[in-house]
């Protein structure tokens, strides 16, 4: 099929405008969902059909169902913002699909067409354009995802799949008031390994993760930091987001995507605005006992965690169970707050998007 507008079906029961704009008061992440969302499906046989916009509303699954059982699954997640002149747009949302048709790859399932994958995100907004909630830094976020829908139990790659976009109203991710949040090590689990699935957005890398992250806010931090499987000794990233570190001579290092790391959007577009500043950025391993060394003699300035939902993320304390140390003054630095604000403006259409970056959707 082609990737024309897919056949839309309104809500018959949309939340009450009244109703809406209380929600959309205090959006928070992840937590009100908009009145629509997008399904596709795909078998063996038909290959991708039936899509349409709908109503959103809950999954009938059979327990045989082969996600429950062997986790095949992928998903993404992008951001539709409200531009300056008042239109709308999405960023990057070609480097989500092609990042999506990577993960299918790597999970044994079916590579979403490119087109498809853009038409369902642009429509999806375009039908629950109200639910922008107004507060700064709102945006819609948009969750692709992709589940192995065949009804059996044995393992071998699905022969159906079920593709959906929802949407969610979208204010800050981590709660407002502190100038930056606090990472615990992770020295007893690892994230992922060579050859395994942690180049890949599934729901398996994250459900590891979650143990160590509970463990984070044991310890009172925010989130957690994973090192390598085989030395544990290189620091790797957040649960959900890369890390940049910044030093006093004007450098930048990033752990490098080698198979192990998510190659997360921002993270790229973070590298891409850095150099056009002339800045050197080196995307290298970098050493956790490196890491404490260089912020305690004054040489890391700066560091930060980035992602989609998060944007980006200045990071003051690292604790682990051998003691803590804090980077800078433990809050945001000029060169973060620099790269972020210009981020953003490029995402709401205030600063020149010099890139292509953006893809309006009116």
Not at 230 to 257: C, K, Q, Y
Request: hydrophobic share 40%; proline share 6%; net charge negative.
């Amino acid at each position: 099929m082609n990737a024309g507008a897919f056949p839309f079906e309104a809500n018959p029961n949309p939340v009450d405008p009244s109703e809406r704009a209380a929600r959309l008061v205090d959006p928070g992440f992840g937590r009100v969902f908009t009145d629509h969302m997008v399904t596709i499906r795909y078998s063996d046989d038909k290959g991708w059909h039936d899509a349409k916009v709908g109503p959103r509303g809950p999954l009938t699954l059979d327990p045989a169902t082969a996600v429950l059982h062997y986790a095949q699954e992928i998903f993404e997640g992008l951001k539709a913002y409200r531009l300056a002149d008042g239109g709308m747009a999405l960023f990057r949302p070609e480097q989500n699909a092609r990042r999506f048709q990577r993960s299918a790859k790597r999970l044994a399932m079916p590579e979403l067409p490119e087109e498809m994958f853009l038409q369902a995100c642009k429509q999806l907004v375009e039908v629950d354009k109200d639910w922008f909630p107004p507060v700064d830094g709102g945006s819609i976020y948009l969750r692709p995802f992709m589940i192995a829908s065949e009804v059996f139990l044995g393992v071998k790659p699905s022969a159906e799949y079920l593709f959906m976009v929802i949407a969610s109203a979208a204010g800050n991710y981590f709660k407002s008031g502190a100038p930056a949040i606090s990472i615990w090590v992770s020295e007893q689990y690892t994230r992922a390994a060579p050859g395994g699935t942690g180049a890949a957005k599934c729901g398996g890398n994250y459900a590891a993760s979650l143990i160590a992250q509970s463990e984070a806010i044991k310890q009172g931090c925010d989130q957690v930091v994973f090192l390598d499987a085989a030395e544990h000794r290189w620091v790797e990233e957040l649960g959900g987001m890369n890390l940049f570190f910044l030093f006093d001579d004007g450098s930048i290092i990033t752990p490098p995507a080698d198979g192990t790391i998510l190659e997360g959007i921002t993270r790229d577009s973070v590298l891409t605005l850095a150099r056009a500043q002339g800045l050197n950025v080196r995307e290298e391993q970098y050493a956790i006992d490196q890491w404490r060394a260089d912020a305690e003699s004054g040489r890391l300035v700066e560091a930060f965690a980035c992602g989609t939902a998060a944007v980006i993320t200045p990071i003051g304390k690292v604790q682990s169970a051998t003691g803590s140390f804090t980077i800078g003054a433990g809050g945001a630095g000029q060169m973060t707050q620099q790269i972020r604000a210009k981020l953003v403006d490029i995402q709401r259409g205030i600063a020149a998007d010099d890139h292509g970056w953006v893809q309006r959707i009116d």
